[in-house]
């Protein structure tokens, strides 16, 4: 089958056209050429700008593939100009959206959220893939446009560094590796769902060639939700080293440093568990087994090469609330006054 991924040279991108070659598709990628790596070898690099609306339509509708995945579509706008450049000439075209399309209000209604729950963003990242979302699948019930949207978590892989809840920078990965503590919010047990990019290639690839999918949104998320506190402790595991977690209170975070913790509040800070069935029963193909040590070594490792983890504290925040919690266990009373 040929196909052309849209942005593959990205972090999801990667896992799907690696998946596509494992399988045998003739793959073409269309980039503007700037990532830190190039395509995969043995793939076709298209090289332009999408949000030249004009130039990409034109280079793109002299080509003919039998399915698309279009990974970086933000807008209405982006999946209009989707439309115009691929309407009648594919027989698949897989649009990534997002779980954030469900979000903020936050917390989110409930776990275990399905792809019947309400789209409800409110950032301009989540507002602007529900109304591509809206205007694909329209273009779906009103002309059979065969599209179908799949909605990612947090998916992690080389192409994009990784980070904690907490925000900040990657220097947390190096606070880490020189032996410092960390702060995590609250007891560490908010969940997530933290899916190997390459494993979400699996779900990807392996809704090609089943019409099924077509018409159809789904979330692809790791079947396992784990804490991030987990997910801090793998880290230090991937690097060889162990975490020292400092547990402070995400509300006391956010009223000690609110332009830094904000995040806390607009996601990061709650449970994020969605359903995964409805992809598994579909596309048998996606069943994750990557374990997350080896995923996570395999970005820290993309992330030395390229030097994207930084060994420089931009502020001494990190540090001064640790000490002050120290300092409150150490010289904290609690004898009552007489």
Known sequence: MKILVI????NISRGIVR?????????????????LDAPEPGVRHIIGDRQDRAAFEAKLSVER???????????????????RAFRGRVEHFVHCSTVMTYGVPFPFNGVNIDESAP????????????????????AYAEEGFPVTVMKPSYTHGPGNP??????????????????????SAGDGLNYFQYLASKDAGFGFVGLL??????????????????????WQRT??????????LVHVAQDTLVALAPERFNNMQSGFGHHQVFRHEKLMRDVPEFNPTTPLVESLREVIEWMDQHALIV???????EDRIIESVANLTRNFNPAPRA
Not at 7 to 10: A, F, L, P, R
Not at 123 to 131: D, E, H, N, R, T
Not at 170 to 178: A, K, Q
Request: proline share 3%; net charge negative.
């Open 19 to 35: 998946r596509a070659l494992d399988v045998g598709h003739d793959v073409s990628v269309f980039t503007r050429g700037t990532n």
């Open 235 to 244: 880290a230090a595991a991937a690097m060889g080293v162990e975490a020292k």
């Open 7 to 10: 942005g593959g040279t990205g």
């Open 311 to 317: 060994d420089n504290d931009d502020s001494d925040l």
């Open 209 to 230: 060639g089943k019409k099924a999918c077509i018409g159809q949104t789904y979330n692809i998320v790791h079947p396992q939700p784990r804490s991030w506190d987990e």
């Open 162 to 183: 990784l980070y904690r809840q907490v925000g900040g920078t990657t220097r947390w990965l190096s606070r880490m590796r020189e032996g410092k503590p960390i702060l």
């Open 119 to 138: 789209l409800q963003g409110s950032s301009p990242y989540g507002l602007g893939k529900i109304a591509a979302d809206r205007l694909l699948l329209k």
């Open 65 to 83: 593939f039998d399915a698309v995945f279009d990974m970086i579509a933000f807008t209405e706008d982006d999946a209009a100009s989707a439309l």
